[in-house]
C-alpha cells in the first residue's frame, strides 16, 4: 500500500535528494515532490514524500522534528486531494493590494 506525508519547515536548500536519503531511514520511498511557487520557481520549504508498504505512525514519529540541514522538519500523513480538485486556488489578485479583500467604509 502507498502513504503521502507531508513533510515542511525544511531548508530552502534541500533537495529531493536529501529528503528521500533521510525517508529511507524508516522504508522504501516511491516518490519526493518538493513544492515551489508557481510564479516564482522558488522552494517554498515543503514538500510530499510517497512511501511504500510503511507504518505511518512509525514513520510520524520518526522523522516528526528531525533535524535536516539547520532545521527541524515537521512531518504528518497527507491529507487526501479533493476529487476534482487540483488545489490551484483561484481568488481573483488585486494588484498592489496582496489579495486582501477591500475593508475601507463607502
Keep these: 500500500m502507498i502513504f503521502d506525508f507531508y513533510v515542511s519547515n525544511m531548508p530552502f536548500e534541500t533537495t529531493e535528494e536529501e529528503l528521500q536519503k533521510l ?14 511557487d508557481r510564479q516564482t520557481g522558488l522552494f517554498k520549504g515543503s514538500g510530499f514524500v510517497k512511501m511504500v508498504d510503511v507504518k505511518v505512525r512509525e514513520v510520524v514519529e520518526t522523522l516528526d ?22 488545489n490551484t486556488g483561484g481568488g481573483r489578485e488585486r494588484p498592489g493590494r496582496g489579495n486582501r479583500p477591500d475593508r475601507r467604509r463607502k
Excluded at 25 to 35: I, W
Excluded at 65 to 83: D, F, T, Y
Aim: glycine share 14%; charged share 20%; proline share 6%.
Design 23 to 36: 525517508f529511507e531511514v524508516v522504508g522504501k520511498v516511491k516518490s519526493v515532490h518538493l513544492v515551489s
Design 65 to 86: 522534528g528531525a533535524l535536516l540541514g539547520n532545521r527541524k522538519i515537521s512531518v504528518s500523513e497527507a491529507l487526501p486531494q479533493k476529487p476534482g480538485g487540483s
